[in-house]
T-cell receptor, first 109, second 114 residues
Framework: KNEVEQSPQNLTAQEGEFITINCSYS?????LHWLQQHPGGGIVSLFM???GKKKHGRLIATINIQEKHSSLHITASHPRDSAVYIC???????????FGQGTRLTINP | NAGVMQNPRHLVRRRGQEARLRCSPM?????VYWYRQLPEEGLKFMVY????????ESGMPKERFSAEFPKEGPSILRIQQVVRGDSAAYFC????????????FGPGTRLLVL
């Protein structure tokens, strides 16, 4: 079993829908990252969380440390949100990131 | 402030050749991380370096792979005697400090071994 599991693996939705991507992890962490990888391959860091909730524009990320779970929400989704969203955790006591397999999101107009 | 820069963006090598991938961190960043993304797979940690020091190389294959981050100049990921299985996207990230700092990713180098 992977240390970081994301669901769903693939998600297709219509423009305007509310999107939720989930991430569960099985190790102790010092931080959790949400990353976005565009079709061209570049990776953008969206959020880094160690507790609570963060919001940036239409994106919201939450984390529940006790349940070892994080969610990424996208409100009013748009075709330009189509990308692979990757959850990554920084394991306690280490600097390296451990990555989930990614969620491929497609937003249709 | 330029972001993390990687070059080349695409690299084609024949089996047995050497591949050198370069990463210039963001200005002021002294921590560099290398990750590999095999086709249709997720990202995997390879190595974490600070200037002139390898801090964690637990993700590096034992043979043919090496990394350095000299006092001056970019970080280099070197793959000797490449094989087809080395074909992947190699991403570099940098951070200002360790612990609580965000890692900023470069655009990646896509290595194709023929």
């Amino acid at each position: 079993k992977n240390e970081v599991e994301q669901s769903p693996q693939n998600l297709t939705a219509q423009e305007g829908e509310f999107i939720t991507i989930n991430c569960s992890y099985s190790v102790g962490i010092s931080a959790l990252h949400w990353l976005q990888q565009h079709p061209g391959g570049g990776i953008v860091s969206l959020f880094m969380l160690s507790s609570g909730k963060k919001k940036h524009g239409r994106l919201i990320a939450t984390i529940n440390i006790q349940e070892k779970h994080s969610s990424l929400h996208i409100t009013a989704s748009h075709p330009r949100d189509s990308a692979v969203y990757i959850c990554a955790v920084r394991v306690t006591g280490a600097q390296k990131l451990v990555f989930g397999q990614g969620t491929r999101l497609t937003i249709n107009p | 402030n330029a972001g993390v820069m990687q070059n080349p963006r695409h690299l084609v090598r024949r089996r047995g050749q050497e591949a050198r991938l370069r990463c210039s961190p963001m200005k002021g960043h002294s921590h560099v991380y290398w990750y590999r993304q095999l086709p249709e797979e997720g990202l995997k940690f390879m190595v974490y370096l600070q200037k002139e020091n390898i801090i964690d190389e637990s993700g590096m294959p034992k043979e043919r792979f090496s990394a350095e981050f000299p006092k001056e100049g970019p970080s280099i990921l070197r793959i000797q005697q490449v094989v087809r299985g080395d074909s992947a996207a190699y991403f570099c990230a940098s951070s200002l400090w360790d612990r609580k700092e965000t890692q900023y990713f470069g655009p990646g180098t896509r290595l194709l071994v023929l």
